[in-house]
């Protein structure tokens, strides 16, 4: 008999304690006050486009959309590069904070070379995760830039970086626009069109060329800023070695071309991949002129927009195509 009053008894104190909980919770809940409405963002006037592309480290960016955005910027449109991480460990030799330091410097020359602006966050270079903080700074990042366009990684990649900062854009998506998310940041009262840039990767489902730009006229600064990159190509990065740098300088001016060549292969291969896409968008007689491309696909968390919103985003492409 008292065990089983011993045991109503544990039954109505635990009864008790959870009722306690659920008030307080509804008590704290009910004391919270409003916070203040946000305002809606500013909608620039002056008929450029704007650009925020998101990438994992200080040179995903430059590979993935480094053409497009020296040629946006030859046009006066405003175009920024974000790093998700400092870089801090892609390097053979070294790390920490002199090799971020080094990055950052890479990236800002990088940035000159285009005629952009660039960011680093400061995150550590393998330890970027998809927390709610980071996805208020991407958030804040992308209203402050008030932007028309957003590119990232896609989701399913290699590196857990460039596959969180991927899900951290895609998490940006349409939070962008709610007033009560972030609200010490202006809302955009118009979702920007989220791109993903491309990669070869199939699983569980390939990239899809929606948007492919010819980058000839821009290819040469593309090039350059590879070569500012001097850390992760011409050292080698996170997986180069003492083997790779010559001592006489015939060898390192050998060593400079090489990579230089084998970029300029690399970035011809969009055009060679997606050359119906060119066609597509260019008509078949100038892509077949085309020899260096980049490829965007949509997001269709963001905002879907119409070929005639894509011709204006992407004012790169012939009339009647």
Known sequence: MEKIFS??????????????????????????????????AAVPNDGKVRVIVFGAHPDDAELRAGGVAAKWAAQGHHVK?????????????????????????????????????????????????PTLENRRTVTRLIREWKAD??????????????RYSGILVQDAAYMVTVPFFVPDTPYLTNNPVFLYAEDGFQKPNPFQPDIVVGIDDGVQKKLDVMDALESQFYEG????????????????????????????????????????RLEDWYGKEKAAEIRHAEAFEICEYGRRPSREELRRLFPFFPAGN
């Open 7 to 40: 045991m109503k008894a544990r039954w109505m104190l635990s009864g008790a304690m959870a009722g306690g909980v659920a008030v307080f919770l509804a008590l704290s809940f009910w004391r919270s006050p409003t916070p203040a409405l946000a305002a809606p």
């Open 81 to 129: 590069f974000v790093s998700c991480t400092n870089g801090d460990i892609g390097h053979w030799r070294s790390a920490g904070g002199p090799l971020a330091q080094r990055r950052l410097a890479e990236v800002r020359r990088a940035a000159e070379i285009l005629g952009i602006q660039t960011e680093v966050m400061d995150v550590h270079d393998g330890e970027l995760l």
């Open 149 to 162: 366009i957003v590119i990232s990684h896609r989701p399913n990649d290699y590196h857990p970086d460039h």
């Open 237 to 276: 990065g996170a997986n180069g070695s003492a083997a790779l740098l010559p001592a006489d300088e015939a060898g390192q001016a050998a060593r400079r071309k090489a990579v230089r060549d084998s970029f300029a292969n690399r970035f011809g291969g969009p055009a060679r991949r997606f050359k119906a």
